[in-house]
């Protein structure tokens, strides 16, 4: 998963990536900080189908012992790994240019895929002026602040992003999208990039 962002450099924008390894070292330090009783998607429920709610959260040292969890998270960041390096290689990018965005993924047995364990950060809506709609992480709680949402602030917020935290779990995430699949944006093309590809170089 992958996105491209507004950002204050020469290049004017950054590129997000999904980063597996990330997310699964917040919970251990949440884990080691004493919160291995704490839990990801805290207050969320869904419907057992007999109606009524049962909870969907996840306590963290289940996580951590999760084997598809484990190979979710190893699988995902093999794949992310070898598309950092195509993009490297073909948009000569800088580590300063790259922010590497925590997410939970689990493999489940016999899927041939992973599915995003907390709402995917990558999956957000960029919606001008620096603000950036991303969904709610649901993630562990330390000193009163979700540790995955206080981690993308620190690495955004640099780069002139001010994230407007919404809830998506049920319409979106549940279904399999975020933010980003279930927005509709109209933007407004700068007259100089109308024709962009003329631009020298746009199609080497």
């Known amino acids: 998963m992958i996105t491209f962002l507004p950002a204050r450099n020469a290049r004017g924008w950054i590129v997000g990536i999904a980063d597996p390894q990330a997310g699964l070292a ?3 330090d949440a884990v080691s900080r004493g919160q291995g009783d704490g839990t990801v998607l805290t207050g969320i429920t869904r419907s057992d189908g007999g109606g009524r709610a049962v909870s969907v959260a996840e306590r963290l040292t289940d996580l951590l012992a999760d084997p598809d ?7 995902a960041q093999r794949v992310m790994d070898s598309q950092v390096d195509v993009l490297r290689r073909e948009l000569e990018l800088r580590d300063d240019e790259i922010v590497r965005l925590p997410i939970l993924v689990r493999s489940p047995a016999g899927s041939g895929g992973g599915v995003t364990v907390i709402p995917s950060v990558v999956n957000s809506q960029y919606l001008g002026d620096g603000v950036l709609l ?23 917020t640099p780069h002139g992003l001010k994230i407007r ?16 699949c279930t927005t509709n944006v ?12 003329t631009a020298p170089g746009a199609l080497r």
């Open 26 to 28: 917040l919970v251990r």
């Open 69 to 75: 969890v484990l190979k979710g998270t190893a699988d």
């Open 134 to 156: 991303s969904p709610h992480q649901h993630g562990p709680v330390v000193g009163g602040r979700d540790v995955f949402e206080a981690e993308v602030e620190r690495l955004l």
């Open 165 to 180: 935290w919404i809830e998506d779990y049920h319409h979106a995430h549940a279904g399999g999208g975020e933010v980003h």
């Open 186 to 197: 109209f933007r407004a093309v700068p007259p100089q990039v109308l024709r962009w590809w």
